[in-house]
């Protein structure tokens, strides 16, 4: 806390905003796009990579990373930002099946899932390596850049000196201490909130991809097998009722198909978002660990003065210091909230309509199956 | 095969109509409705009783009647016209529980099957026994008519000696043989398809009213949970998404409680008459066993004529005799038939019907879930 501020760099406003302590957000909303993965290869084809292509809306110019630079990526920001702003992972590493197809879509599809939360995030998107990475004119411009970021030493809670409250008042702790407790309670319930959520979603995943389709294919199967049973009465004027009955029994079969592969359309964008939350929550603990330090060391200060071994001017810097990493983290949180509220808003809308489309599509099925019946 | 003809009693005609063989029908289609069950006491209210009022559509005059006067007509058909026709099984006996609701409720259903079922039976309807069931004048009348029919004569086998196919030629061994035969396939392939379809129903209502409700609830807890964790944020303008989660969440819930009431609607119909259609079919081997016994008798009939111990007249009539029998039987299959395709076309109608809006309410509740959600 009475470290010495960085000589220069870029400065971190925090604004008072409608909501609270908020960042300074850009006017235009940047996003990238991360499609077209392609096999690459190095040293005469010994080894193979997958290289994505990441293309910034900003400047439409697409550039290409491998995962290994987007870890890369993750790394530097971590070590910049993540004592004051949670860093989500990234998608796992995998050795094996690397190259499979499925996987390859999956990877990008999380990867497009993280490049859009850091776009979105006004501090790191307008970091230099971050823009560096979506944005490097060459392969030179790419190898200096990242010497340049690999050796920055505003790292760690050295990002705090850069953050700058504008016209906000000083807190005093207590403030500060409520403001981190109501956070640490949120953080841990929606914590809680999401796995149990994703808990639920994965066995429901479970069902709709293993006993229930089974289910409605014995059906479809038993109404079929009574059809062709009573195909072999000999009696005459049978085919309408058979050939119904067939019918119906097929349209159990299409259903357990549409059971079977509705979760890839609607369950699987909800629990993509969960995830993602649980990733984002899993780097608060770290976060607000910092922040209770910070207030410890403040609270020490009264002793550490009154046995000399620091100044009150030095206390008073110390919690300075802290009511600006309460402003941060406050920052942080609304920030958070914001993109919370528009994602669940926008996939609970997204999950929604389609399991309307689905049941639609299932009922519109047997209405079908039913014309095909006789009136008696 | 050798027994006298009755002297005198009602003659049963078969004729010759477009699907072959068949009984007499009557102009008039008989139905009964079997309703309002009350409860009644004898010896001074030491035993009680459940008794339905049983009222034809002839007459419209209702009579009542207890379970054991089910059971006792039962017999009566059974021991009259078992051999001839398959007589299903009453509705179970039961000794625990025969004055709860539930249970009241599900006899009256089934005895009203039981009861439509012989009303449509062209032999059985128009039976002295049956009539006297359904339309006594008094109690005299009951008591008499019950007298006279526990002393009819014409039961078991007699009763193909009543049995007139007119202007039907006689058929010879080989065709009675094989049209034996293939009723005999057809309803043991029925009655494996029969038993598989309430094998799969049984399984599916137990999902429907098990887990499947349980994993709808869970998941529209999972979602008002995550809601009442969001409203704890302390974020302002966080209501529109709260209210639309938890809106969601309830949504998911009454599914759940429509998932576990809709087999009752659409289901227990679908069983229930398969569960009929597995009692007459369990009837069947009994009735194609007394035609293969007769069968055999007229194959040994050449070597009876050769020891003298029958003359070749006797012969004559002994298989004149299993002509008729095979008449009889070959009327009663296309009387099954014909009300085989009337009840699966309308039962299926009924189930995909129930299905359709079972699945229109879903994606209904679903849309209107969906519309609590902003567009952003």
Redesign the interface.
């Known amino acids: 806390l009475l470290s010495k501020q960085p000589a220069k760099g870029t400065k971190l406003p925090v604004y008072g905003g ?2 609270g302590p908020v960042w300074a957000y850009p006017d235009y909303q940047l996003d990238c796009v991360v499609a077209d993965p392609k096999k690459g290869s190095k040293m005469y084809g010994l080894k193979s990579y997958i290289e994505y292509q990441v293309t910034p809306t900003t400047t439409n110019k697409p550039v290409n990373h491998r995962y290994k630079h987007f870890d890369w990526l993750y790394e530097r920001l971590l070590d910049k930002f993540g004592s004051a702003i949670p860093i989500p992972c990234l998608p796992d590493k995998q050795v094996t099946g690397r190259f499979e197809e499925e996987f390859i879509k999956m990877r990008m599809e999380r990867l497009q899932g993280w490049m859009s939360r850091m776009c979105r995030h006004p501090v790191i998107s307008s970091s230099e390596v971050f823009q560096l990475f979506i944005s490097y004119k060459d392969e030179k411009d790419w190898k200096t850049g990242k010497r340049k970021a690999e050796k920055d030493e505003t790292v760690g809670v050295m990002i705090f000196s850069t953050i700058e409250p504008e016209g906000l008042p000083d807190l005093d702790l207590i403030e500060v201490e409520q403001k981190c407790e ?1 956070f640490n ?2 953080t841990r ?2 914590d ?3 796995k ?2 994703l808990t ?2 994965n ?2 995943w479970k ?1 709709c991809t293993g ?2 389709p089974k ?1 409605y294919q ?2 479809g ?3 079929q ?2 059809s062709s ?2 195909t ?7 085919a ?2 058979t050939d ?2 067939t019918a ?1 029994g097929k349209t159990y079969e299409d259903i357990a198909q549409m059971v079977a592969e509705q979760p890839k359309k609607d369950l699987h964008f909800l629990m993509e978002t969960n995830n993602e939350y649980k990733g984002l929550l899993g780097c608060f603990p770290d976060t607000i660990g910092v922040h209770k330090a910070a207030i410890e060391k403040v609270k020490e200060a009264d002793k550490l003065v009154a046995t000399s071994k620091i100044t009150p001017s030095e206390k008073t810097t110390m919690s300075k210091r802290a009511s600006t990493m309460s402003y941060a983290l406050q920052a942080e ?2 920030h958070f ?2 993109n ?3 994602d ?3 996939v ?2 997204q999950y ?2 389609q ?2 489309k689905f ?2 599509m ?2 519109e099925k ?2 079908h ?2 014309s095909q ?4």
Chains 1, 2 share one sequence.
């Open positions: 409608e909501v109501q309670r949120f319930a929606m809680d909130g999401v149990d959520l639920v979603g066995e429901h069902r006993p229930l289910e014995r059906i199967k038993a109404f097998n009574l049973v009573f072999s009465s000999g009696y005459e004027g049978e309408a009722l119904a009955l119906a949180m609304n909230h914001s919370r509220i528009y669940y808003n926008r609970m809308q929604l309509e399991q309307v049941y639609e299932i009922a047997l209405r199956a039913h019946f006789t009136t008696m």
